[in-house]
């Protein structure tokens, strides 16, 4: 009879967790995706910059939220674990997901993939040097601040950097590579970048009934979602809501990482329920819960070719997750209680944090050794990269919870 109550309250969590992530589909593709469109086209912004600015923020909402709750109300290691499971299901999981889903092989710039991987290598370094001693002080938490100002700026001189970079790359490799095939090259980032446009200038009818039994039946379950965003987020696809982009980028962000709160939460209670350690929760079912935005919005942008954009969100978000980390520590050894330590209760998570900067080298590596490009074949290779590391970490982090 027990047993019984308790598969009961599974199932109605995980039917929940399935309506969240239909209504988190919609928010990104019909929402999201298309403020962050405009705000590309608006601004003048490339693909890439946008991606690991304005896009790696609207959806890493969740993770902030997530670290904020457990800085003040916990001990502080279930924001660590997510963040660190959650950057790595963003490194390896989602690229391995935009590689296997797009449908069409993408074609990679070197530069926006090496400027985000190493601002990601040096947030890392940053993290691991703060918990050597397993107590963040506030000049630890505040080099987090730092160096995420610091990528602030260079994306903000990222054209001048990117053409002298280019430069550097002609003089280096002028007498290796022909001019066919930097004409080809050009000519696929342009069409890539047309179609693109073309296709966020669609207008789409919310309440039109899809095709395929399952999709209507996905549909109507999602009904009561897709009517609440239509009456609170202004589609800036269509004309009269066109100027208020940033009115539908800020309402779409608030909708993903509350939607994404509530799913962790509902994960978290059938994690609990089945007794599973909260060292494993954080860097699993809450990791890839609070990334679920960030893997949305970079499959919806892959499938529409751009893949500097998806993979820029994809490492710009990891980025600013170390951010999500270091804020909330300054605001409590600063403002809450000045002068005082977080103590971080995790033996192993400093080693943990090494295997993010091997996946992180690994996945430029595969990427450079397939020509730049992201094809179905790479993104298997990531996703069985992903299962390892995930494996190994959580491994690592289980020893002490066991």
């Not at 599974?10 to 298309?34: G, P």
């Not at 900067?357 to 990269?385: H, P, Q, Y």
Request: one cysteine or more.
């Amino acid at each position: 009879m027990q047993r019984a109550k308790i598969l009961r309250g599974v199932l109605f969590h995980l039917a929940i967790c399935f309506h969240i992530f239909c209504a988190l589909t919609v928010v990104c593709e019909d929402y999201f995706v298309s403020s962050l469109n405009r705000i590309t086209k608006c601004l003048g912004l490339k693909p890439d910059v946008a991606g690991a600015t304005f896009m790696a923020v609207g959806s890493s909402a969740p993770t902030l939220f997530i670290s904020i709750i457990s800085t003040f109300f916990t001990e502080g290691d279930i924001g660590l674990g997510t963040i660190v499971g959650s950057t790595i299901f963003n490194t390896l999981f989602i690229i391995a997901l935009c590689g296997i889903g797009a449908g069409v092989t993408l074609r990679l710039n070197w530069y926006p993939l090496f400027r985000d991987s190493t601002m990601y290598v040096i947030s890392v370094l940053i993290l691991m040097v703060a918990l050597y001693d397993r107590k963040i002080h506030w000049y630890e938490s505040a080099a987090f601040f730092v160096s995420y100002s610091m990528y602030i700026v260079i994306m903000y001189f990222n054209a001048s950097i990117e053409e002298w970079s280019q430069k550097m790359k002609e003089k280096i490799i002028k007498q290796t590579e022909s001019p066919d095939s930097e004409i080809e090259e050009q000519d696929e980032e342009i069409t890539i970048e047309t179609s693109e446009q073309d296709h966020f200038d669609e207008e789409v009818n919310h309440f039109k009934l899809p095709n395929g039994f399952f999709s209507k039946l996905i549909w109507i379950f999602t009904l009561p979602s897709i009517i609440l965003f239509h009456l609170t987020i202004p589609d800036c696809r269509k004309k009269e809501w066109r100027k208020f982009y940033l009115v539908t980028f800020t309402i779409s962000a608030f909708w993903m990482g509350g939607l994404s709160y509530i799913l962790v939460w509902m994960v978290s209670i059938v994690g609990y329920t089945y007794k599973i350690p909260e060292c494993v929760m954080g860097m699993t079912f809450l990791a890839a819960g609070s990334s679920l935005p960030d893997a949305i919005a970079s499959l919806v942008v892959a499938k529409q070719g751009s893949g500097d954009m998806a993979v820029s969100n994809c490492i710009g978000s990891n980025v600013f997750d170390m951010l999500c980390l270091g804020l909330p520590w300054l605001i409590k050894t600063t403002i809450i209680s000045p002068n005082s330590v977080v103590q971080i209760q995790s033996e192993n998570i400093f080693f943990t944090s090494g295997i993010l900067i091997a996946s992180i080298i690994c996945t430029v590596l595969l990427i450079a050794l397939n020509k730049w490009r992201l094809d179905e074949k790479l993104g298997v290779i990531f996703l069985v990269m992903y299962l390892l590391f995930l494996g190994v970490a959580t491994f690592i982090e289980v020893l002490p919870c066991c």
